[in-house]
Structures are given as C-alpha cells and as structure tokens.
C-alpha cells in the first residue's frame, strides 16, 4: 500500500492527538504516502469532509478515538474506500479489538503492510456504531466523563467516572425482543456488542467477533450495586454471561423498548433514544488490520 495518497481526517480533541498525531503521520510519510490532512471537529463536519475530499485518494486515515471512526461511519460508507486507524482516543477499542497497536508507529505500520478485512457495523434507530451501544449505567457514566480527565487519566477515566455513578444507579424495566422472542428485564444495564472490546478494554463476550454478523446482548440483572461492583472481572474477561442474573442474547437483530425514552449510546456517545431497533450491516466496512 505505500506510495498511495492517504486522506488524513483528525479529531483535533481527541485524548492522546497532541501526543501522538505527530509521530503518527510522520511514520506515514517515511512509508512513502502522501498525506492529505484535515481537521474535523463534529459529526457533520467529518462527514462533508470526506465526502468532498475523497475523490482522488486511495485510502481514509481515520486519526481519534473510537467515537471519532463511528461518526465518520455514514460518509465511509457511501464513498467506500479502505480505511485505516491511527488511534489517538482513550479507549481504543477498536484498535484492540482489530489488533492494531496503539503505538502511532506500530498503527502507521499496520495501514502500509496493506493487509486488509471487512467488518460489520451495528445499526441503532439510524445511528452506526463499531463496538458496542448500550442502555442504562453506561449512558450515565459516558454523561460524566470530563474531557480534561480522559486526557489526564486515560482508560482510568472511565472507572473514575463509574465511581461517581455507582451511589445513584438505579435499575431500570425494558422489553427486548428478539425475533419471536420478547423478554421483560429488570436491569442496571443492556449492552448491545457488534465488536469484542469496550470501556477500555471489557469484553462483549468470549465469543464476539465483529464480522460474525450477530449481535451480542446482554442485561445485567444483579441484586445490588456492591454485586455490580463485584462482577467487574468477569466483564474483562467476556464471562458476565456465565452468572444467573445475566440475561443473554445473540441474534441479528433486536428492539429495546422502555417506559419512557432512555438515551442510547454508541461507541462512547449518546445518539439516540429508547425504543431501540437494532440490526447489522454485515461486512459493510473494509479497514486495514494485521492479518
């Protein structure tokens, strides 16, 4: 792949950008490409970037967190080139869950080997996402996040901000249906996973993939917050689903419906709103990815 033209699209706010950008395009630069690098500072903006600015290039160089790639979804989508990550953001999920290191070098690397493959995206109402959406506790916990803390902190920021939610969780009722099947939960928490990684490095299941094109559901049913806390280990590594007060569903698509309106996050931002009608665009996205 070296010696292309590479359209570089950065998120200027992105937690490690200041840190990382430089290293990062300048390892693009000694594999031979040219580099045609814009800022994008929201969802809007990314989208008439590239789509304006796709035109005559090989590839699109996606430089943020995970939120910054699953904005840009709906215009890499519709102009389908390959895209590579440059992972600048605090989680990184996708990075991890794609194998792609996080070291700007080691990402620089892994777009110039040129090794490529498809991927799904999850869809929510219209929204597009890559990791996982959720319902619940996470939404509140994402409402917390301060900026300045996810760039001092990192990953750590976002056990801080669990922190501060924890005293005042409250469990939630919801419908999720399933095809035919429609369970009432009584639940802190539903996570839908289209890839492996979220929250800094927790697992959907042991079983994820993202390009399986199944979509992983779980609520989380537990007794109390101190039992909440408790489960944490079984969160990194996929196993929540083993534990009784775990609801578990894998399917193609799903609708989450609640009392009243709930806000809805995808990949770390609150889009969308209760009900939610999930579904997969199977093998929608190619990126470059270590083999």
Same mark, same amino acid.
């Given at each position: 792949?070296s010696?292309g033209r590479?359209?570089?699209v950065?998120n200027?706010?992105a937690?490690?950008a *200041?840190?990382a950008?430089?290293a990062?395009?300048?390892?693009?630069?000694?594999?031979?490409f040219?580099?045609?690098?814009?800022?994008?500072? @929201?969802?809007?903006? &990314?989208?008439d970037?590239i789509?304006?600015?796709s035109?005559?290039?090989?590839?699109?160089?996606?430089? !943020?967190?995970d !939120?910054? &790639?699953s904005g840009?979804?709906?215009?890499?989508?519709e102009v389908d080139?390959?895209?590579?990550? $440059?992972?600048? !953001?605090?989680?990184?999920?996708?990075a991890r869950?794609?194998?792609?290191?996080?070291?700007?070098a080691? +990402?620089?690397? #892994?777009?110039?080997a040129?090794?490529?493959?498809?991927?799904?995206?999850?869809?929510v109402?219209d929204v597009h996402?890559?990791?996982?959406?959720s319902?619940?506790?996470?939404?509140?916990?994402?409402?917390?996040?301060d900026?300045? $803390?996810k760039?001092?902190?990192?990953?750590l920021?976002? +056990?801080?901000a *669990?922190?501060?939610t924890?005293?005042a969780?409250?469990k939630?009722?919801?419908?999720?249906?399933?095809?035919?099947?429609?369970?009432?939960?009584? #639940?802190?928490?539903?996570?839908v996973g289209?890839? &492996?990684?979220?929250? !800094?490095g +927790?697992?959907?299941?042991?079983?994820? +993939?993202?390009d399986?094109?199944?979509?992983?559901?779980f *609520?989380?049913?537990? *007794? @109390?917050?101190?039992?909440l806390?408790?489960?944490?280990?079984?969160?990194?590594?996929?196993?929540?689903?083993?534990?009784?007060?775990?609801?578990?569903f894998?399917s193609?698509?799903a609708?989450?419906? #609640?009392a009243?309106?709930m806000?809805?996050s995808?990949?770390?931002?609150?889009t969308?709103? #209760?009900?939610a009608?999930? @579904?997969v665009?199977r093998?929608?996205l190619?990126v470059?990815a270590p083999?």
């Amino acid at each position: 792949m070296s010696h292309g033209r590479l359209l570089v699209v950065v998120n200027p706010h992105a937690s490690r950008a *200041a840190n990382a950008l430089g290293a990062a395009t300048a390892a693009l630069f000694a594999e031979g490409f040219a580099l045609d690098i814009r800022q994008s500072h @929201s969802r809007e903006d &990314v989208h008439d970037l590239i789509i304006r600015e796709s035109r005559d290039v090989d590839a699109i160089v996606i430089g !943020g967190g995970d !939120g910054t &790639v699953s904005g840009a979804l709906p215009a890499l989508i519709e102009v389908d080139r390959p895209v590579g990550i $440059l992972p600048l !953001g605090t989680a990184n999920d996708l990075a991890r869950t794609l194998g792609i290191p996080v070291e700007p070098a080691g +990402a620089a690397a #892994t777009i110039a080997a040129g090794d490529r493959r498809r991927i799904d995206i999850g869809l929510v109402n219209d929204v597009h996402f890559l990791n996982v959406s959720s319902i619940g506790l996470a939404v509140e916990i994402t409402d917390r996040l301060d900026p300045e $803390l996810k760039r001092r902190l990192g990953p750590l920021s976002y +056990a801080a901000a *669990a922190l501060g939610t924890l005293g005042a969780a409250e469990k939630f009722a919801a419908i999720i249906a399933c095809g035919d099947r429609r369970t009432d939960v009584n #639940t802190y928490q539903i996570t839908v996973g289209n890839g &492996v990684h979220y929250g !800094g490095g +927790a697992r959907v299941s042991v079983d994820a +993939a993202i390009d399986d094109g199944i979509l992983d559901i779980f *609520a989380i049913e537990t *007794a @109390s917050v101190p039992e909440l806390v408790a489960m944490a280990p079984a969160f990194f590594e996929g196993r929540q689903g083993e534990r009784d007060d775990v609801k578990v569903f894998r399917s193609t698509e799903a609708l989450i419906e #609640t009392a009243e309106p709930m806000p809805v996050s995808t990949d770390g931002e609150i889009t969308t709103e #209760t009900p939610a009608r999930y @579904s997969v665009m199977r093998r929608a996205l190619e990126v470059f990815a270590p083999r």
